[in-house]
């Protein structure tokens, strides 16, 4: 971190449907940071603004403000937590992800769970590419998506998202359009291109 500004904002407001004081303290940081790369000469630079909040509700006004954080802590707590966050920027982790498979009365979708079930990946995979392959477009849209999450879970993003772009061409031409499903499985599409590009820029940094 080569700098940290701070600007903050003491607030005290009356409310009178309860006849109570409310006491705020807010925070805007901004940090700018230099980024060295492995065996690169070039430098980079990258600034992020965080906020951070307190606040205090008593029928005293003075106890509203006591009970914020002096100016020390605060700054204390400011800095901490743009080092903490920090470390998600920078570092790569892993994020918990809801995702949705389909298990409707078709027999292929069926035996292709049954298979996902005991993690046998690659058969699920060839079993819904059959029902795929020989569905109905509502059929289809169903397959491609799990097919596409089941790359996602290998780590094949490629596969991924050529499935999952398929998945949403074909709820596009059903004859009643499923919009809940054809909204996330765009989201979906968006999502999974977001973390193509993230690992490529990551690749590069790092120098592979």
């Keep these: 971190m ?3 500004k701070v600007n903050d904002e003491l607030n005290e407001y009356f409310i009178p449907q309860n006849s109570t004081f409310l006491a705020s303290l807010g925070a805007i ?6 980024i060295h790369y492995p065996n690169k000469d070039e430098m980079g630079s990258v600034a992020f603004n965080d906020t951070l909040y307190w606040e205090s509700n008593e ?3 003075k106890e509203a403000m006591s009970r914020l954080p002096d100016r ?6 400011i800095a901490l937590e743009a080092g903490r966050k920090s470390i998600d920027r920078f570092v790569p982790h892993w994020e918990k992800e809801t995702r949705y498979f389909f298990n409707s009365n078709n027999k292929l979708m069926k035996q292709g769970m049954d298979s996902l079930f005991i993690k046998n990946w690659t058969d699920a995979i060839a079993i819904w590419k ?3 392959a020989t569905g109905s477009e509502k059929i289809k849209a169903q397959a491609a998506n799990n097919i596409s999450i089941t790359y996602e879970i290998i780590g094949d993003l490629n596969n991924a998202i050529e499935y999952a772009t398929l998945a949403y ?14 909204n996330r ?3 979906y599409v968006s999502e999974l291109l977001r973390r193509k590009s993230e690992i490529e820029t990551l690749n590069t940094q790092v120098g592979e």
């Design 130 to 132: 059959n029902a795929y």
């Design 169 to 182: 061409k074909s709820a596009l031409q059903q004859i009643i359009p499923d919009y809940n499903f054809t």
């Design 185 to 187: 499985i765009f989201n």
């Design 29 to 34: 940081v901004q940090t700018t940071w230099s």
């Design 72 to 77: 020390s802590n605060a700054l204390k707590d």
């Design 2 to 4: 080569d700098r940290i």
């Design 59 to 61: 029928f005293n006004r």
